[in-house]
């Protein structure tokens, strides 16, 4: 493979970078060079096996980020802010990144993104609390904010990938619960609200068809998203992959914030988002302009059905 069709994967052992490397190998258009922090894990063997090139490489060492994108064509951008939840150190991974980027010369950067909430949530707006020094979303405004700015003025040939709601979360995070009084109940904090989601392999998708089109998407932003669904009807999804009612008991985004875990009052603003500022949320992430480069999404049902061991285990 030359090197001229080849894409460094960040990530490649993860969620979005995962689903990535995994899209790009069965499509075969494109090489990967999968930038992992431990090319010895199991996931970066596996990768290994459908074709990969596994390099080792970590945001925190530029020099290290520069050896991994030498050659490379383009790359797949993505920083793991939930593993510190420091706004800080996510600009200085990004920075990492982008000087790494320009160094290799890169001809095409996809950067995982999403939007500053404080474009639509006004300063003085008591409806949620700031937090971080200043953020009301911090993992959504650091990136969408900064980040992205910082990108712009690179001058790199940038698309910005808009995520959604990962489906995924409903196997793990989200997953039904078993309620005191028997009741298996969906405990998503969105109330009467829609929200944009895809599943991972669906990311994979678009990054492959957003690197076949340069022309289109450098410098565009680009939605993820399959679907708008209500909490009923995710719940309902649910139901019927399970083969039991799912009930639909959202808490408040109070209570979620109130849960004390490490994150729990950033998660309570972010639904709250989700639920009190549907035009800027789902208005971003258009499902036609979405479909434009994800024609076929796999739809709730179809992906819960696909993974119906864990949703059940």
């Given at each position: 493979?030359?090197?001229?069709?080849?894409?460094?994967?960040?990530?490649?052992?993860?969620?979005?970078?995962g689903?990535?490397?995994?899209?790009?190998?069965?499509?075969?258009e494109?090489?990967?060079?999968?930038?992992?922090?431990?090319?010895?894990s199991?996931?970066?063997?596996?990768?290994?096996?459908?074709?990969?090139?596994?390099?080792?490489?970590?945001?925190?060492?530029?020099?290290?980020l520069?050896?991994?994108?030498?050659?490379?064509?383009g790359?797949?951008?993505v920083t793991?802010?939930?593993?510190?939840?420091s706004?800080?150190r996510?600009?200085a991974?990004?920075?990492?990144?982008?000087s790494?980027?320009?160094a290799?010369?890169?001809?095409?950067v996809?950067?995982?993104?999403?939007?500053?909430?404080?474009?639509?949530?006004p300063?003085?707006?008591?409806?949620m609390?700031?937090?971080?020094?200043?953020?009301?979303v911090?993992?959504?405004?650091?990136k969408g904010?900064?980040?992205?700015?910082?990108?712009?003025?690179?001058?790199?040939?940038?698309?910005?990938?808009?995520?959604?709601?990962?489906?995924?979360?409903?196997?793990?995070?989200q997953?039904?619960?078993?309620?005191?009084?028997?009741t298996?109940?969906?405990?998503l904090?969105?109330?009467?609200?829609a929200?944009?989601?895809?599943?991972?392999?669906?990311?994979?998708q678009?990054?492959?068809?957003?690197?076949?089109?340069?022309?289109?998407?450098?410098?565009a932003t680009?939605?993820?998203?399959?679907?708008?669904?209500?909490?009923?009807?995710?719940?309902?999804?649910?139901?019927?992959?399970?083969?039991?009612?799912?009930?639909?008991?959202?808490?408040?985004?109070?209570?979620?914030?109130?849960?004390?875990f490490?994150?729990a009052?950033?998660?309570g603003?972010?639904?709250?988002?989700?639920?009190?500022f549907?035009g800027?949320?789902?208005?971003r992430?258009?499902l036609?302009?979405?479909?434009a480069?994800?024609?076929d999404?796999?739809?709730?049902?179809?992906?819960?059905?696909?993974?119906?061991?864990?949703?059940?285990?």
């Open positions: 493979m030359s090197h001229d069709n080849v894409i460094a994967v960040l990530g490649a052992t993860g969620t979005q970078g689903a990535v490397a995994r899209a790009l190998l069965a499509d075969g494109f090489g990967v060079r999968a930038v992992t922090r431990d090319a010895a199991g996931k970066a063997r596996a990768l290994t096996g459908l074709g990969a090139d596994v390099v080792e490489a970590d945001l925190a060492d530029e020099g290290s520069r050896a991994a994108f030498d050659g490379v064509y790359a797949f951008l793991p802010y939930w593993e510190h939840r706004p800080a996510e600009l991974e990004v920075e990492n990144l982008i790494a980027a320009q290799a010369g890169l001809q095409h996809v950067w995982s993104t999403l939007e500053d909430t404080r474009e639509v949530i300063a003085g707006d008591d409806r609390p700031t937090l971080e020094g200043g953020y009301r911090p993992h959504f405004d650091v904010g900064s980040a992205d700015a910082l990108f712009a003025k690179s001058g790199l040939p940038t698309t910005y990938l808009l995520m959604s709601f990962y489906w995924d979360n409903l196997l793990s995070l997953k039904p619960q078993r309620d005191p009084d028997g298996l109940a969906l405990h904090p969105i109330g009467d609200a929200i944009a989601g895809a599943s991972a392999d669906d990311i994979g678009a990054v492959l068809q957003v690197l076949r089109r340069p022309a289109e998407t450098i410098g680009v939605p993820v998203a399959s679907d708008h669904l209500t909490g009923e009807q995710i719940a309902a999804a649910l139901g019927t992959v399970i083969g039991e009612p799912v009930a639909y008991r959202p808490p408040t985004h109070d209570q979620v914030r109130g849960l004390g490490p994150g009052d950033e998660l603003n972010m639904f709250q988002y989700y639920a009190e549907p800027s949320y789902l208005g992430r258009d036609e302009a979405a479909r480069f994800n024609p999404p796999l739809s709730l049902t179809d992906f819960l059905a696909a993974h119906r061991a864990e949703l059940t285990a």
